[in-house]
């Protein structure tokens, strides 16, 4: 588990510590929830999004989106939104640059977002007066050969519902710094956010979107459980629950995915506990039993999971 004080501290890599549990990789998998793995893999290549005013949430037309690197150009329409469907890739992935323009104000840049085969690219793009330069973490560079077996696991999930639950938050506090690298003496402000909105912009920055369905299913339990947690205990930080970077979890309100979205979707109604507790679980990038001692999932590991059945 890497860990400096308390948070992750290798900022190379991107996907590198916190939540899960290999029990949840399971779990997840034997859930009761009809999201069959063949009613996603005929969707069509997407880019979906919209165009709104920082300040005041209004839409804006007639702003100009390109993606250079996919001959791409269209302009939102009057409620902001856009969209391209059909997309030709060279690849299963690329990783492309997005800029968007409108009059009265400043630029808008999205570097390396990656577009993937079959999967919708959600973007929710906010303008200031100012210009800003959003920059998306590379997924980690460990890519472990072979899959590995299932171990002897044992469920701990169970519904919501009970009279002794700890009720599933509403919002979260996040200290938005704007970088994903853990850096504690960045400039922040804390911002209350929607949870599930939340989870939703953390889950495809924590776990590969193009991953299996069940795996996708696993990481928004620990995305959710590992906030839940800090929220229930009354945050992490004096002044906020989480960072919104690998201090905690990297959290991009402009980014989420089609794929990563239902997956939080599916698993809302689900929460991980011991002895009808919370735990203080935690997750790193890794293949199946390298987690070590502790509440630990490994993220690749549960892409072997899933790929094995589970």
């Known amino acids: 588990m890497d860990k400096d004080q308390g948070h992750s501290a290798s900022p190379g890599r991107w996907s590198k510590r916190k939540l899960g549990f290999a029990l949840a990789i399971t779990l997840v998998a034997l859930l009761a929830l009809t999201f069959p793995l063949s009613a996603f893999s005929t969707e069509p290549t997407a880019i979906e999004g919209s165009v709104r005013d920082s300040s005041t949430g209004r839409a804006i037309a007639n702003a100009t989106i390109q993606i250079p690197a996919l001959g791409l150009r269209t302009t939102s329409d ?49 303008l200031k007066d100012t210009p800003q330069t959003i920059t998306i973490p590379p997924p980690s560079s460990e890519r472990p050969a072979g899959f590995a077996g299932a171990g002897d696991i044992l469920p701990m999930l169970r519904a919501l519902g009970a009279a002794e639950d700890i009720p599933l938050p509403e919002t979260i506090r996040v200290r938005v710094t704007g970088n994903a690298y853990c850096n504690l003496s960045l400039p922040y402000t804390v911002e209350v956010i929607d949870f599930k909105d939340y989870v939703k912009h953390v889950l495809p920055n924590e776990w590969i979107p193009s991953w299996p369905w069940e795996s996708l299913r696993s990481g928004a339990m620990a995305a959710k459980m590992y906030a839940w947690y800090w929220i229930s205990v009354g945050g992490k930080w004096n002044d906020a629950d989480v960072y919104d970077s690998t201090c905690d979890q ?20 689900w929460r991980l506990t011991r002895n009808d507790q919370l735990i203080q679980t935690q997750y790193r990038d890794g293949i199946i039993s390298q987690c070590g001692s502790g509440d630990c999932m490994e993220q690749y590991g549960s892409r072997d999971f899933a790929l094995n059945g589970w």
């Open 250 to 269: 990297v959290y991009n309100p402009a980014v989420s995915y089609l794929s990563t979205n239902r997956a939080v979707d599916a698993t809302w109604n």
């Open 78 to 126: 009057s409620t902001g939104a856009f969209s391209w469907t059909g997309l030709s890739l060279s690849g299963a992935s690329q990783t492309v640059d997005m800029e968007i323009r409108a009059q009265g104000y400043g630029d808008w840049n999205l570097l390396n977002v990656r577009v993937l085969r079959a999967e919708t690219l959600i973007i929710e793009a906010e």
